[in-house]
């Protein structure tokens, strides 16, 4: 395709590099202030709540779900912010847990296929895909790529503990 | 109140932590996208996508929602989803891609600023879109 064409089909104008910047820039400091609205009141809350019996309680009730994908219980709620907001109110959440590496990639893996469900199910649909569909999509492959990635790091380290064994190579 | 300082001081530090991702990425991708590198980049994909059963005109609203994430991009992608008519096969193929694999720089970074490892979010997140399109791709034959 000819860069004519490429440029028809976006149907845009090319701005000179000060309007670009211009653009990022705002675009950028917008999304952060709507990212702090979200995640500083979400941190507070659970670093308040961290300890206390409800949180216990509710994670104990969601610990075998999450054990399933390696993760704790508290992990859960991380998953609703994920589910009906977005990745930085999970990330708001997850960081006051104080989860290990292995269960933050694993929560970045599975929200970053699954989040922002309601207003990205919508944009799907508009595109004339069936939205509710490719949303329960995601969820399963959520979950799918859950139990690679546990699979795969198990693999790994147990691979890596063998190298760590063989004579010369520690 | 003694716990909501720290509780306070953590929730900024991470949202200074966010914004200094965001604002330069999202900057820096204002600037580059309308290099001819990227308006030319469908000739190189175009072999690829043929794999996954998407033709070239899924070519731009399919690599708007990989790097820029389907919030983001609807614009691009309803718009020229519209335009060139895209067949139901296409768009779903397209949609599935996409529920797996999106925003993928943004939505990686982020959690590697946290501790994640960023490769092996990636790389399942690729490699599970290419097989699960790949798959439903031979399953769903064009008409």
């Known amino acids: ?170 | 109140m003694d716990a909501l300082l720290p509780a306070l001081v953590g929730a900024l530090k991470l949202s200074a932590k966010l914004i200094l991702i965001i604002v330069p990425l999202v900057t820096l991708f204002e600037v580059l996208r309308y290099l001819p590198v990227f308006r030319r980049a469908g000739n190189v994909v175009e072999p690829m996508m043929r794999g996954v059963g998407l033709t070239r005109d899924a070519a731009i609203p399919l690599f708007t929602g990989i790097f820029l994430g389907i919030a983001y991009g609807a614009g691009i992608i309803i718009r020229v989803a519209q335009q060139k008519g895209l067949p139901a096969r296409e768009l779903f193929l397209m949609g599935l891609f996409l529920a797996t694999c999106h925003s993928v720089i943004e939505d990686i970074l982020i959690f590697v600023v946290i501790g994640g490892n960023g490769p092996a979010i990636l790389g399942v997140r690729l490699g599970l879109a290419v097989f699960l399109t790949g798959l439903m791709a031979r399953v769903w034959k064009p008409a």
């Open chain 1, 1 to 170: 395709m000819s860069n004519r064409e490429l440029r028809g089909a976006i149907e845009e104008p090319v701005p000179d590099i000060p309007a670009r910047i211009r653009t990022g820039l705002s675009a950028g400091f917008r999304t952060s202030l709507k990212i702090i609205k979200v995640s500083v009141p979400l941190y507070v809350a659970v670093t308040l709540l961290k300890g206390t019996p409800l949180l216990d309680l509710l994670g104990k009730v969601f610990a075998p779900v999450m054990g399933i994908f390696g993760l704790p219980g508290e992990a859960a709620f991380a998953f609703v912010a994920a589910f009906l907001l977005n990745l930085y109110a999970a990330i708001a959440v997850i960081v006051p847990l104080h989860l290990t590496p292995f269960q933050v990639t694993q929560c970045g893996l599975m929200m970053g296929v699954a989040h922002n469900l309601v207003v990205e199910g919508g944009v799907l649909s508009t595109t004339g895909a069936r939205g509710g569909v490719l949303t329960l999509c995601r969820l399963v492959i959520a979950c799918t790529a859950g139990l690679l990635l546990r699979g795969l790091w198990s693999l790994w380290e147990t691979a890596s503990s063998w190298a760590m064994a063989l004579p010369g190579l520690s």
